[in-house]
């Protein structure tokens, strides 16, 4: 759909503010300093896609998959996606979800997704083996897939301090934790249950993919315009280095090629530009290997390449032709 003119101003205010407001607060380089929760809640990020209505500000998917994209620019240690995008989204169907956005936007509460349905509802507890969770160090409470015996979908709110939880530090320098659950359900534990959890599932699988793509392409950005740079400025051998050379399964099959895309192109063109920069690509003190780490990492999160090639699969398959045998 194309943007009307209202649309793009705001689209550029909430661009050119978070432009500013990153590169002056947390400007990517080496041993930078901690990032502070304090700042994002300053900016009003934390529930930014909640409606005006209910106390937000009413950022579209588009806007804030914009900031999402100067974030990766830095190369932000934080994972944002779940509080500005994921939770607001769902809010609106959860009311036990929506009695946190308040404490959301106030910084009190920090909320993780944990995908891939690998919490098991048996009675009145549920159990999930150690999962790997990006920004799930910092979460207070975690919004979590789940399945019942019987093979029924379940989305659970539960509170971080019910999970055993062991913080650790991706090798692109995020903070993630593994966390695993053996906890009883509370009142307000679960969300939505059956075809409406299935739902919600989906939408917030497809939310996460396309934050983690916009963070990605910042990243790339800021890794492709620091390696022209390079080019245009290092001389070597007296010449300059560059003169040696919808609908919901629309939305989900588009936010899946761009995954691939980001796993399989984007990736490999890094490593090149690593290549022709030579070794002070390498160095610590450098962006472009931390953007290289950046997107391998990205590469091998929620089910990594293969889920989304399965996926890819699965939709062409159903608009092949069947032919009575």
């Known amino acids: 759909m194309r943007r009307n003119q209202t649309q793009r101003d705001d689209d550029r205010m909430f661009q050119d503010s978070a432009r500013q407001f990153l590169t ?15 700042t994002f809640v300053g900016q009003g990020w934390p529930g930014l896609g909640l409606p005006a209505d209910a106390g937000g500000v009413g950022a579209d998917l588009y806007q804030v998959l914009q900031i999402l994209r100067e974030a990766g620019r830095v190369m932000l240690p934080e994972t944002l996606t779940c509080d500005m995008l994921i939770a607001p989204a769902l809010a609106g169907d959860a009311p036990a979800l929506a009695e946190l956005m308040p404490a959301l936007q106030e910084g009190r509460r920090r909320i993780a997704f944990v995908a891939g349905q690998g919490g098991r509802v048996a009675g009145d507890a549920v159990t999930m083996q150690s999962t790997l969770v990006p920004g799930g160090q910092a979460a207070t409470d975690f919004l979590v897939a789940a399945t019942t015996e019987e093979g029924n979908a ?12 062991e913080t650790l530090t991706l090798i692109d320098g995020r903070g993630a934790a593994r966390v695993a ?23 917030a699988e497809v939310l996460q993919m396309a934050g983690q793509v916009s963070e990605a392409l910042g990243a790339f950005e800021a890794a492709f315009e620091l390696t022209v740079e390079h080019l245009s400025t ?13 609908e919901a399964a629309v939305r989900d099959e588009a936010a899946h090629a761009a995954r691939l895309y ?14 022709v920069s ?22 091998a999160l929620y089910g990594g390449t293969a889920r989304g090639i399965d996926h890819m699969t699965i939709a062409a398959a159903r608009r092949a032709p069947h032919y009575a045998s």
């Open 278 to 299: 030579g070794g002070i690509a390498l160095t610590e003190e450098y962006l472009l290997g931390h953007v290289y780490r950046r997107l391998q990492t990205d590469a």
């Open 262 to 275: 980001l796993d399989r192109r984007a990736l490999d063109a890094v490593g090149q530009m690593i290549q």
């Open 181 to 203: 659950l053996d906890c009883p359900l509370r009142d307000g534990t679960v969300l939505a249950g059956d075809n409406a959890a299935a739902r919600q599932i989906a939408h």
């Open 234 to 246: 290092r001389r070597q051998f007296g010449q300059g280095l560059s003169s040696f050379g919808a």
């Open 24 to 38: 002056g607060e947390y400007e990517w380089r080496h041993e930078r300093g901690v990032v502070a929760w304090e």
């Open 154 to 165: 379940r989305l659970l709110l539960v509170p971080a301090e019910a999970s055993r939880r």
